[in-house]
């Protein structure tokens, strides 16, 4: 999949954090995926219909404040994964599949400038509310996004 021109030029490196300011963070990572995903955990995440987030190379994410308390998840297809919000406000920040110790995503509604989001694809389409309203433009993959 190819990344949007202004993506990769203008996502070099983004900051964001939670509503409160308790946590704060910086990526020096262009994002490998950027994606809406329509999944049960993410309508709960979210508290609507998807979650918007960008996928990177952890080791480019830097927590520059606070720190996120975390809680496991069962995701539908058997993977666990590790949620983390602030514990003050109750911002969701980040998600991490503990099969993938080497990424992780990031909330797009934490960016301090979400206008810079551009979605590749629709994940777990299948589990879609009928309210749920999507760019017919972008793929739509009825489970997890898989790379062609
Ligand atoms: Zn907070
Ligand atoms: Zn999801």
């Known amino acids: 999949m190819i990344l949007p021109v202004a993506w990769r030029d203008i996502m070099a490196s983004f900051t964001g954090g939670c509503t409160c300011g308790a946590i704060r963070y910086s990526c020096t990572g262009t994002p490998k995926l950027s994606l809406n995903c329509h999944c049960r955990d993410c309508q709960r995440l979210s508290g609507s219909a998807y979650l918007a987030a960008v996928i990177v190379d952890r080791r480019t994410f830097t927590l ?15 993977m666990t994964k590790q949620q983390g919000f602030c514990q003050h406000c109750g911002a969701p920040l980040v998600v991490m599949l503990d099969e993938r110790p080497h990424i992780i995503a990031i909330t ?12 590749q694809a629709d994940m777990w389409v299948e589990r879609a ?20």
Do not use: C, E, I
């Open 64 to 78: 520059t404040h606070g720190l996120p308390h975390y809680y496991t998840v069962t995701a539908a297809n058997g």
């Open 108 to 119: 797009v509604g934490s960016f301090d400038d979400p206008s810079l989001y551009q979605p």
């Open 129 to 148: 509310q009928p309210w749920d309203v999507m760019n017919p433009a972008l793929p739509k993959y009825p489970q997890a996004y898989q790379r062609a």
